[in-house]
C-alpha cells in the first residue's frame, strides 16, 4: 500500500512506486515512494551509504529496480533506458570531453540525442545555453583552459541544451572550494527558477540542501525518513536522527509527568521540559509516556540557575565565531548541550564554570518519534 502522502501519476513529473535496489548484502533502495512535481527543486539528503545516489540512478535509467516502478509522469519507464528518458544528468566530475571545445561539448548531446537537429538550431541552443549559465563568449575554448568553477557550468550548459523535463545532479558541487560552491548553489537555484524545470538533487550537505529546496529527502539506509519543505525538515525533524543530521540539536529522554491545556510537562534527569502535548504531528501523549525531546541552540536563552522552568547547567566552554558565539554547557545528568547566541554587541558575561539556566519557549521543543 502507498504511504501516507504518496501523490498522483497525473500530477507527479517523476513517481517512484515501491522501487527497490539490491546489491549482494544490502538493500541500497528498499521501498521506496516518492513523487517530485513538475517545476520543483528536490533535493535528495543523507550520509554516504544511504541510498540516495541510486535512487538518482533508478530514475535516470542506469540502474533497473529488483521491485517497483519508476513513471515519468503516467508513462512507465521503468526498464526504459537511459537515452529514451526525458532527462539529463549532471556529474560531480564534470565528464567533459577535453578534446572538444566548450562549444563541442555542448552540442553533443543535441547531435547524439534521439532527434537529429538541424546544425541551425544546434547553434542556437549552443549559444543560449552558455548564455543561460553565463558563459558567452567561451565557446572555442577548451575545458583544461577553464577553471572548475566554468568547468561545471559547461557541464550544466550540456545537461539543459537538449531541454529536458528533468535535470539530475550527482552532487555536483563536491570538487568546489566553499565560496565558489555558495555561489554556485545561488546560480544553480536561479537557473532552476528560470528554466522552470524539476531539478533532481544529491548532496550529503546540510546547509546546502536547506539554502537550494523546495522540497527535501531525507534518507537513512535506503528508506525515506522525511519529505517536507526546509523549514519543516529543520523545525519539526521526526526522528532523532534527521534532528541530529540536519544542523545541530539537543536532545533529552524523559517521561511525561503532567498534561495541562496542550502543553506536557517531561521530568527528565536535568530537570522539568515543557512540549506540546500533541507535538510534530505524531499521537497525543498520555501520563508516562518516555519521549525524546530536541531543542536547537539558537532557541535558547540563558537565564538564572534558579530562574522559573530553566534547566540549571554549568558552563564549560565558548568558541567565538564572529556573528555567533557557540557556547557548550553541562546538564545536571552529565550530558552537554550546545547554546547558539547571536553577536549583537553586549557579549554574555559567562566564564568557564558558571551556572546559568537554560529556557526556551515551549513550541520549540520538538518531541521525536525515535
Excluded at 517497483?68 to 565528464?95: K, L, S
Excluded at 545561488?186 to 539554502?211: C, M, Y
Excluded at 523549514?231 to 533529552?252: D, L
Aim: hydrophobic residues 40%; aromatic residues 6%.
Amino acid at each position: 500500500m502507498p504511504p501516507v502522502g504518496a501523490g498522483s501519476l497525473v500530477t507527479a513529473v517523476v513517481s517512484v512506486r515501491s522501487v527497490t535496489k539490491r546489491y549482494p548484502g544490502v538493500a541500497a533502495v528498499d521501498g521506496v515512494w516518492l513523487d517530485i512535481e513538475d517545476g520543483q527543486f528536490v533535493t535528495l539528503l543523507g550520509p554516504s551509504g544511504c541510498g540516495k545516489t541510486t535512487l538518482l540512478r533508478l530514475i535516470a535509467g542506469f540502474e533497473t529496480p529488483d521491485e517497483g516502478q519508476v513513471y515519468f509522469g503516467t508513462n512507465d519507464v521503468t526498464h526504459v533506458p537511459p537515452h529514451e528518458r526525458d532527462v539529463h544528468t549532471v556529474f560531480q566530475q564534470y565528464a567533459l570531453f577535453p578534446h572538444l571545445s566548450v562549444a563541442d561539448n555542448v552540442a553533443f548531446g543535441l547531435r547524439r540525442g534521439r532527434v537529429r537537429r538541424p546544425a541551425g538550431e544546434v547553434a542556437r541552443r549552443v549559444r543560449e545555453s552558455l548564455e543561460l549559465v553565463r558563459l558567452t563568449g567561451y565557446g572555442d575554448r577548451m575545458p583544461a583552459q577553464l577553471s572548475g568553477g566554468q568547468q561545471q557550468r559547461v557541464a550544466i550548459a550540456r545537461a539543459v541544451a537538449p531541454g529536458p523535463r528533468i535535470l539530475l545532479l550527482d552532487e555536483p558541487l563536491g570538487a568546489l572550494d566553499r565560496k565558489l560552491r555558495e555561489a554556485m548553489q545561488i546560480e544553480l537555484k536561479q537557473l532552476q527558477r528560470q528554466l522552470g524545470i524539476s531539478f533532481v538533487f544529491v548532496t550529503h550537505d546540510q546547509d546546502e540542501a536547506l539554502a537550494m529546496s523546495d522540497v527535501v529527502v531525507v534518507m537513512k539506509e535506503g528508506k525515506i525518513e522525511q519529505k517536507g519543505e526546509p523549514s519543516e525538515i529543520y523545525e519539526h525533524p521526526r526522528t532523532r536522527f534527521i534532528a541530529e543530521f540536519v544542523g545541530v540539536t539537543n536532545v533529552i529522554v524523559g517521561d511525561v509527568e503532567s498534561i495541562d491545556a496542550g502543553l506536557a510537562s517531561v521530568r527528565t534527569p536535568a530537570g522539568i521540559v515543557p512540549v506540546s502535548a500533541a507535538a510534530n504531528g505524531g499521537p497525543a501523549l498520555s501520563m508516562g509516556d518516555r519521549v525524546s525531546v530536541a531543542v536547537r541552540p539558537e532557541k535558547i536563552r540563558f537565564a538564572e540557575a534558579r530562574a522559573a522552568g530553566a534547566i540549571a547547567c554549568r558552563v564549560e566552554d565558548a568558541r567565538y565565531l564572529g556573528d555567533v558565539t557557540h557556547w557548550r554547557v553541562r546538564l545536571l545528568d552529565g550530558s552537554t548541550w550546545t547554546v547558539f547566541a547571536q553577536n549583537d554587541g553586549t557579549p554574555e558575561p559567562l566564564e568557564p564554570g558558571a551556572e546559568v539556566g537554560l529556557v526556551w519557549e515551549s513550541n520549540h521543543a520538538v518531541r521525536l518519534e525515535s
